[in-house]
Nanobody
Framework: QLQLVESGGGLVQPGGSLRLSCAASGFTLDYYTIGWFRQAPGKEREGVSCISRGGGSTNYATSVKGRFTISRDNTKNTVYLQMNSLKPEDTAVYYC???????????????????WGQGTQVTVSS
């Protein structure tokens, strides 16, 4: 069964950090561009970041640029999102998505993507 599983979410104070993981099972992430999305209550799902198959190309939404870093370890079949200097407006459910066709650029965030995880909650609050 093909599956993406996110982990690493939680409650953190403003200014804090979290690292999210997106692990694949049933398929190899090497052949997929991976993206992170988030959805806050009452808002549409939005693209946050993506990384190319080999990891050489990344893209970030303006709202997270300079604070978030995406990376991948294909030997562990896992993609990470390091989130620093978190703000209350970063509160959302974070999802990872894998697509074998899309490249990592602004267009990656145009729906649909092939595979999705179930999401992990990130809450930034004092």
């Amino acid at each position: 069964q093909l599956q993406l599983v996110e982990s690493g979410g939680g409650l953190v104070q403003p200014g804090g950090s979290l690292r999210l993981s997106c692990a694949a099972s049933g398929f190899t992430l090497d052949y997929y561009t991976i993206g992170w999305f988030r959805q806050a209550p009452g808002k549409e799902r939005e693209g946050v970041s993506c990384i190319s198959r080999g990891g050489g190309s990344t893209n970030y939404a303006t709202s997270v640029k300079g604070r978030f870093t995406i990376s991948r370890d294909n030997t562990k079949n896992t993609v990470y999102l390091q989130m620093n200097s978190l703000k209350p407006e970063d509160t959302a459910v974070y999802y990872c998505a894998a697509d074998p066709i899309k490249t990592c650029s602004g267009s990656y965030y145009v729906f649909p993507q092939r595979y999705w995880g179930q999401g992990t909650q990130v809450t930034v609050s004092s």
